[in-house]
Nanobody, 117 residues
Framework: VQLQASGGGLVQAGGSLRLSCAAS????????MGWYRQAPGKQRELVAI???????NYAASVKGRFTISRDNGKNTVSLQMVSLKPEDTAVYYC????????????WGQGTQVTVSS
């Protein structure tokens, strides 16, 4: 599975950005897709995930501001981010997890999101 992320950039606090990620390769094996982020000096953390059936899970810090969506036909996952805060600044990584046991995880290349105050 290969993941290609796009979007991100620099935005002022209160602004919006949209991240997209396209999967290729063994896409039939993908169950859950989502986004994680890593701020400088911090561990990578879950932002939002969505399974093939559309069930979602969000970090408490982004709930109500971020919306994850998925197009199974196009093998893409997107993250719409609104009301951005400086603390949302991080490198955002697209992730895919497979149905297989044990689960295999794949990562995109990361895209920088910077929110200025």
């Amino acid at each position: 599975v290969q993941l290609q992320a796009s979007g991100g950039g620099l935005v002022q606090a209160g602004g919006s950005l949209r991240l997209s990620c396209a999967a290729s390769g063994s896409i039939f094996s993908i169950n859950v897709m989502g986004w994680y982020r890593q701020a400088p000096g911090k561990q990578r953390e879950l932002v939002a995930i969505i399974d093939r059936g559309g069930i979602t899970n969000y970090a408490a810090s982004v709930k109500g501001r971020f919306t994850i969506s998925r197009d199974n036909g196009k093998n893409t996952v997107s993250l719409q981010m609104v009301s951005l805060k400086p603390e949302d600044t991080a490198v955002y990584y697209c992730n895919a997890a497979t149905y297989s046991q044990p689960v295999s995880f794949y990562w995109g290349q990361g895209t920088q999101v910077t929110v200025s105050s």
